[in-house]
Every structure is written in C-alpha cells, then in structure tokens.
C-alpha cells in the first residue's frame, strides 16, 4: 500500500521528463565514466529515461544493457576494495553470511566526497526508476541498517550492530548489557581502539573530551554503547558533540535527496526501504517456478527439457541462482514484489539451435530460449557455463 503510494506522490511530484539521456561507457571503465557523465547532468536529468552504449559493442538498449549498466555499476561502485582514483569509498559490514556495505569513514578527500553524492544519486535513481518506470534495475548490494536510517532521519542505536555487525555486538554490546562493568576488571574507557588487519593498533579515538580518563561503568556503560555507536556507525570522529558531522554519509543523502524528495520517504522504516532498493534478497525456487510463463509450450510442465531445468535450478546455489536471474533479466535482484512484479513476465521458450550452442536470453523481454537438449547433463552443463560467461555484456538486448 506505502509502496504505491510513494510510487503515486513521485510519479505526481517529480514526474520523469520526456526523452533520454545517453551515456558512452567504456566496460574497463565503467564507474568512472559513468561518473564523469552524470557529473554535469542536472536533477531532472537523473530522472530521465538512461541509454547505455557500451563502446565497441552494438546492442541496442531496449532495457536490458540499462539493467546490466546498473548491476555492474552498483557492485563496482559500492566494492569494499580500493581503486585507483576513489580509493575505498566502501567497507564490508555484517556477517560472513550476510555481507553489508557501509560508507568508509576515512574516505575524506575532496574527490571520494564527490563520489559520495554520486553514490546517493545512483542509488536514488534506481529507486526512482523502479518505482516510476518498473525498471527493475536494483543494486547487487545491501546495505547497512545504519545508513538506511540515516536515510530517512532515525536515530542510530548501539543496537543496530546485532545487524551491522554481529561479531562486535556479540563480543561486546550483548556483554556489557548483560554484565556487570564494575569490578569486572575489563578497564574499559570512553575511546575506541582502530586496528589493522594484521591486528596493529592504528590509533585510539575519544569518544568524549578526555576519553581516555574516563572510565566506563555500570551506570555510564548504555551512554558508552551509544557514542560507540554514533562514531562507528554514523561515522562521528567527535560522537559527544551535538554538532559532530560525517562528510560521507552528508554527501551520500545529498545525492539521494538530490533525486527522491525529502519527505517521500517520511512513513517507510529503514525495513521498507531495504526492500524497495534492494528487492528481496533471497530467490525461492517454488516462487520462481510459480511465476515463469511458457508461451509457446503447451503443457510444458510435463515436457522433459522443462523438469530437466528446474531440477538443474534446484540444484544451484543462492548465488548462481542470482547469475541466472541477471543472465536471463539484466539483475541479479528480484523486484519490490517478488517474480509478479517483473513486467514483461519472465518466461521460457525453445529453439531450434544446435544442442551444442548454449542458451541465450532476452533482457529487455525477460526471455530465456533453450535449444531442445536431450538429456539433463547436456542442459545442466550448458546452462551453467551460460550463466557462468555470459550474465554480463550482451550482443543484443
């Protein structure tokens, strides 16, 4: 319900303007010329329609090369590694089985603020492109529980690391709450400790004037927790001041707010708009199933290539499930709404290519054509070395 309301107020209050702005984008470049393209766009220029030319390549964009351009450039842009020229604008966050990206506090140079803004602009625009075009074209990330409230103004809480991060909120937050701090011997003050990789102090930071003559108590620990919290997580270098900033996550809601009205989003939790940005992190195969058409295949279920490739999907794991989703559709995320929501529907049709060729997709029609293999093995095989080289760069989209 929230979902097409927001859909409505945007579609009424900040309408896409008629035409289309092309980008030239070269693949072994791809976030720096997307980048220094946008750069001069205005607002209302980020709003409207987006066609990729890759250079070098001929596919003509009816959708699917605008779906992969967002998939490359969302992975590529939010990547917890450094590159040459933005460097790490990005950190990994969350547990070894649920990954999350989080703005790099020490990302601070005139040029990774600028790449900030850009960020919320593109995150922002697949937002608003999903919402006001059913594009489709989600992020290939997750984010923080943290920046998604900052995103919409709500307080953090030294809670908010069972989410962001585990480890921390096990050893620590959950111990503290849960334990008495005096006479407990843990000498414990209000700073915080930076270490390296290799496990070398880097530098201490007081999280209060003083903080290393401070010493944290049963009575004082919940306020600890939450300047621990504020500096950690919203990025604060001095968390005890009322007027404390963090450039990055400032630039990055600039960007985004540059794109979504504020106020949009004033009735979403930072659950919701999870969702709306990054769809639904898991691909149920029953759900997947349920929802595949099969236009030219009368009673297709009872075909033996149509068991053959569902068994062969039930046999994937989580992430080459999502290689198949973005082979066969341009994103590797399901839409806000699940499998109904893709528009055209997905669906599954035969040709008649030679059983050594693999299978090919349509983006732009959500068309995934199988030669008529004659036995699980040959599909399962194809199928996989398809997904495996060819869910980026198509001939034809």
Request: some cysteine; overall charge neutral.
């Amino acid at each position: 319900m929230r979902r097409g309301a927001l859909q409505r107020f945007l579609t009424r209050k900040v309408p896409s303007p008629s035409g289309a702005q092309v980008l030239r984008i070269r693949r072994n470049r791809l976030v720096t010329d997307a980048f220094e393209n946008a750069a001069g766009l205005s607002d209302a220029a980020w709003r409207q329609e987006w066609q990729i030319r890759f250079e070098g390549e001929q596919g003509i964009d009816w959708g699917g090369l605008q779906r992969e351009f967002f998939t490359v450039l969302g992975r590529e842009l939010f990547d917890a590694k450094k590159h040459e020229g933005r460097g790490t604008l990005f950190k990994k966050m969350g547990s070894q089985s649920a990954v999350l990206i989080h703005p790099n506090g020490d990302a601070s140079d005139e040029k990774q603020i600028r790449y900030f803004t850009f960020a919320g602009k593109v995150l922002a625009k697949c937002l608003y492109d999903s919402l006001v075009k059913n594009s489709h074209h989600l992020l290939p990330v997750h984010f923080t529980r943290s920046l998604f409230k900052y995103l919409l103004g709500s307080p953090i809480s030294f809670y908010d690391f069972e989410t962001d991060d585990p480890q921390l909120f096990k050893s620590k937050v959950h111990f503290m709450l849960q334990s008495e701090v005096d006479g407990a011997g843990l000498d414990l003050t209000f700073t915080e400790e930076l270490y390296n990789s290799k496990g070398k102090l880097l530098k201490t930071v007081a999280l209060i004037p003083n903080g290393d003559k401070v010493a944290v108590t049963d009575a004082n620990k919940k306020r600890y927790l939450t300047l621990l919290a504020r500096y950690r997580l919203n990025l604060l270098n001095e968390p005890a001041l009322p007027q404390a900033r963090s450039l990055q996550l400032e630039a990055f809601a600039e960007g985004f707010y540059s794109i979504i009205p504020p106020g949009a989003l004033e009735n979403f939790d930072e659950n919701e708009l999870e969702l709306l940005v990054c769809g639904m992190p898991d691909i149920p195969v029953p759900e997947f199933k349920k929802h595949v058409l099969y236009p030219e295949l009368p009673n297709a279920s009872a075909l033996p290539i149509i068991q053959w490739f569902w068994q062969s999907v039930e046999n994937m794991s989580q992430s080459e499930r999502a290689r198949l989703l973005q082979f066969w559709t341009g994103s590797s995320q399901l839409p806000p709404g699940g499998f109904s929501a893709f528009d055209p529907k997905i669906n599954i049709k035969l040709n008649f290519s030679p059983l050594s060729h693999l299978p090919v997709s349509h983006t732009c029609f959500n068309t995934l054509e199988l030669p008529r293999y004659k036995s699980f093995q040959q599909l399962d095989q194809r199928l996989t070395l398809a997904i495996r080289e060819g869910a980026e760069g198509f001939g034809e989209a």
